[in-house]
């Protein structure tokens, strides 16, 4: 394309002969952008082929319609000329105003772009204008660019770039931040503001390194930024410690996005993710774990922590201390080989069998001291959850039980001695009994396996007969509530089928924890109650028996009487209780009787014989008396127990034989047996005292025409009638005997001479002879009588008798109704 020359000024531009010039024209007129140049005035000196073809264009953009547009006319006066639209106006303005500043010298270029419609559609110009000196003159180049094609993309990225600030903005709640790779800050989202305290007018333009970038991460940031402008890709998300704009800093979790912006170059994001609160959970954590760690340290107990996988994987240093052996050694299953072979199984499978329900346990094993020696240690286990109640695995605490544990079993050992089960069990609200502790006295005595009976209480308790169970809880759960000593007697039946009798006496103590703890005693008693059965049995019999029985105590005090003793004595139980049984003395017995009677029961231990009592109505009575001494365990009289049996019944049949066979029946006299005792006895008395006994031979004259003339009965009348008399005339001390028909025998014992029984003679004598009456027939009878003295004429009971008899005949003989003395030895019978 040739330029086209068509002014004097335009000549004058092109005619200078300056090759630099021309190739200048040359180049203008072969670029696409609209080109004229203005001299200093303003006036158009040269118009490039493109804008002189495009004058031809009815839609020319600004300041090219081309009826304007010829070389000379002032430019102002084309641009601001009449039918241009009013927006250009001002865009008319700003340009001439641009072209006067570099004509001025005052810039170097002026440039604008403004929109322009061509043809009903929307195009983008820039004007540009550049100062230009020729030919000793100066002037400005214009040069009109249509920049549409990149103003339409510069204005879809625009577009973009808002939508994606837009897309940012809307992310109230993550802070963004956009930047360029030298740090400037081009976006600064709200929640960017929110989190490092600048607002987006402070942050827009400033540097993101000297915002919230820590000096001591500088160099790092720097570097990744570096990295990302250099890959163009986002290097991996970072965790950073950044400065707030108060100095206080944050913990954030940044992940980056690199943007290629045509005309911007690389822009950087940064995402951010407040991590303080997280951060300061993770510090917190770790703080306590630290915390925790010192602590579990610190504490002389052991502690171990399991995983969910029930694997240890943390010891403190107490366990290790303990152990001596190192945390590797004893994680996982190694701490297992610490634990005595005897006790591992039992461990092992108690600790699983807790750790499947998540439920807390407490056990005890022996483990391998790092002296060692095995230790028992005490281990209690609690699961752990988190705050969301997720199992996290068990922590165990363990202390050394050893000592505790020898004693317990040393306790144990005398636990075993003692007679009975000792046991311990917890009584828990609304969860069923728990034995700790059982005595292994129990298996013996019911019949069951200790532990077995501490797994499950029924094994104790299902022993108890159904019928009683319920009595039996009752009375327990009311003792709980009471919190009383409890003493309770119920039988159980054994698995072997024995039938006991079980004394359980036990002391509730209530717990912090809520529960009730119970410590006591199970003691068979099945002897006692056989016994006290015996003794309900006794007691039954010992009031329905016919023996009357009095109980005293050791010192002769009564403590019992049955009812036959009441009906016997007509004493009441309440009458006797508390007094000595002496009030029963009939008087028959002299002291000495009663002396020797205590002295057999405390010798011997008991004491049969014939006893006459006296009863409440002064009546006396015989019984066959039986007393036994009880003696206790140390050989102490503790009762005596007095068994009478009524011998009255007996005794008066004895009593009544007796005189049968020592009394006349007919004068109630003694006999001839009774006589010979009698007199045996009186001549032993009157041996010791040196006194005389008096044989008197007595026969009544003349009885025989009694018995002819009136009867044998009043014969026997007379008879009892002279008895009679005698016993009147007697002392008490002598004694008048019928031998047989009409003859008796009277014994005066004790007198000091012969010569004392003669007034007695003479009142027997006197007295036989006074008439007598029997049945309304009057009579009388006299008596002859003999006497030989002890000792003066014999020493022996037959002689006396003898002599007596002889000297009676020498009475008759006399003239009867007299007396006569034997003759003393070596002297003539007399009739004295
Ligand atoms: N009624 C009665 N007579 C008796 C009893 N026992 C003996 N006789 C009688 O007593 C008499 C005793 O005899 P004698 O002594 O010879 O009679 P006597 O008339 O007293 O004679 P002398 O002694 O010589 O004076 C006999 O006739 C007996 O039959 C008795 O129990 N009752």
Redesign the pocket.
């Known amino acids: 394309m040739t330029a086209t020359i068509v002014s004097a000024e335009q000549r004058a531009f092109t005619s200078t002969p300056d090759a630099t010039t021309r190739l200048l024209t040359t180049v203008l007129d072969a670029v696409s952008d609209r080109v004229l140049v203005l001299d200093a005035q303003g006036s158009i000196v040269m118009i490039n082929a493109a804008l002189q073809q495009s004058a031809w264009d009815n839609s020319l953009p600004l300041g090219c319609l081309p009826h304007h547009l010829t070389l000379g006319s002032n430019y102002q006066d084309v641009i601001t000329g009449g039918g241009q639209p009013l927006e250009y106006q001002a865009v008319a303005q700003a340009m001439l105003s641009g072209i006067r500043t570099v004509l001025s010298g005052q810039t170097d270029s002026f440039s604008l772009s403004y929109p322009c419609h061509i043809s009903a559609q929307q195009r983008w110009f820039t004007m540009k204008a550049t100062p230009l000196a020729w030919a000793e003159q100066r002037g400005v180049v214009i040069t009109h660019a249509d920049i549409t094609p990149t103003a339409l993309v510069k204005e879809a990225l625009r577009q973009g770039e808002l939508r994606f600030h837009t897309l940012f903005d809307s992310l109230a709640h993550v802070p963004i931040q956009g930047y360029a790779p030298d740090g400037t800050v081009r976006y600064w989202n709200q929640a960017s503001e929110r989190l490092y305290g600048y607002t987006a007018q402070q942050a827009l333009g400033a540097n993101l390194l000297d915002l919230i970038v820590p000096a001591e991460i500088r160099a790092y940031v720097e570097q990744a930024i570096a990295e990302m402008v250099m890959t163009q890709r986002p290097i991996a998300s970072a965790e950073l410690n950044l400065l707030r704009q108060d100095g206080t800093h944050v913990s954030v979790l940044s992940s980056y996005a690199v943007v290629q912006t045509p005309g911007q170059g690389i822009e950087l994001f940064s995402v951010d993710t407040d991590m303080t609160a997280r951060q300061q959970a993770q510090d917190a954590l770790r703080e306590s774990e630290q915390r925790f760690s010192s602590i579990a340290n610190a504490t002389p107990v052991m502690i171990w922590l399991a995983g969910t996988d029930t694997l240890c994987h943390w010891f403190n240093a107490g366990w290790l201390a303990f152990t001596g052996r190192t945390m590797a050694q004893e994680q996982g299953h190694g701490w297992t080989q610490g634990v005595h072979p005897d006790d591992l199984q039992r461990c092992i499978s108690f600790y699983l069998s807790h750790f499947e329900q998540r439920l807390p346990f407490q056990m005890e094993y022996r483990l391998m001291h790092h002296s060692g020696q095995y230790r028992w240690i005490h281990d209690s286990g609690v699961p752990r959850f988190d705050a969301q109640g997720e199992f996290l695995g068990y922590i165990g605490s363990c202390v050394d039980s050893h000592e505790v544990r020898t004693i317990k079993d040393q306790l144990a050992a005398m636990a075993e001695l003692v007679p009975g089960v000792l046991y311990q069990f917890v009584l828990r609200p609304g969860e069923p009994w728990q034995f700790n502790y059982l005595s292994k006295g129990v298996e013996a005595f019911c019949g069951v396996c200790a532990e077995l009976a501490c797994q499950d209480h029924t094994v104790i308790t299902q022993l108890i007969p159904q019928e009683e169970r319920l009595a039996h809880h009752a009375s327990l759960a009311q003792a709980t509530r009471d919190l009383v000593p409890w003493l309770y007697e119920h039988r159980i039946k054994t698995p072997q089928g024995e039938l006991k009798w079980v004394r359980a006496q036990a002391t509730p103590q209530a717990q912090p924890d809520g529960s009730v703890r119970w410590t006591g005693l199970l003691t068979d008693i099945t002897p006692q109650k056989a016994q006290e059965e015996r003794l309900r049995l006794g007691a039954s019999v010992f009031d329905n028996i016919q023996e009357t029985i009095i109980i005293a105590d050791a010192q002769r005090v009564i403590v019992d009487v049955n009812a036959a003793f009441t009906r016997v004595t007509g004493y009441t139980r309440a009458e006797v209780l508390g007094r000595n049984p002496k009030f029963l003395k009939s008087g028959h017995h002299s002291s000495e009787f009663y002396q020797t009677m205590w002295q057999d029961i405390d010798v011997q231990g008991f004491w049969i014989g014939e006893v006459f009592n006296r009863n409440k109505a002064g009546l006396v009575y015989a019984v066959m008396l039986n007393i036994n001494a009880v003696r206790n365990d140390l050989g102490q009289v503790t009762h005596y127990v007095g068994v009478s049996t009524d011998i009255n019944q007996l005794k008066l049949q004895q009593e009544m034989l007796e005189r049968v066979a020592h009394y006349d029946a ?1 004068t109630q006299l003694p006999n001839r047996v009774l006589l010979a005792d009698r007199l045996h006895q009186a001549i032993a008395q009157a041996r010791r005292n040196q006194t005389k006994v008096a044989v008197c031979y007595l ?10 003339t009136l009867g ?5 009348g ?2 009892k009638v002279i008895a009679w008399r005698m016993n009147e005339v007697l002392r008490a001390s002598d004694t008048a005997a019928r031998i ?3 003859e008796f025998i009277v014994l005066l014992s004790d007198n000091e001479h012969g010569d004392n029984v003669r007034p007695i003679l003479d009142r027997l004598l006197q007295t036989i002879n006074q008439p007598i009456e029997v049945n309304g027939h009057q009579t009388t009878v006299s008596a ?1 009588i003999g006497v030989s003295l002890y000792p003066d004429h014999a020493c022996e009971a037959d002689t006396l008798l003898r002599q007596a008899d002889i000297a009676m005949y020498r009475a ?1 003989i006399r003239g ?1 109704n007299c007396y006569s003395f034997s003759p003393s030895p070596g002297h003539s019978p007399s009739l004295d």
């Open positions: 007919l026969d009544l004259d003349g009885f025989k025409p009694i018995n002819d044998h009965a009043i014969g026997d007379v008879l047989g028909g009409d002859s008759k009867k």
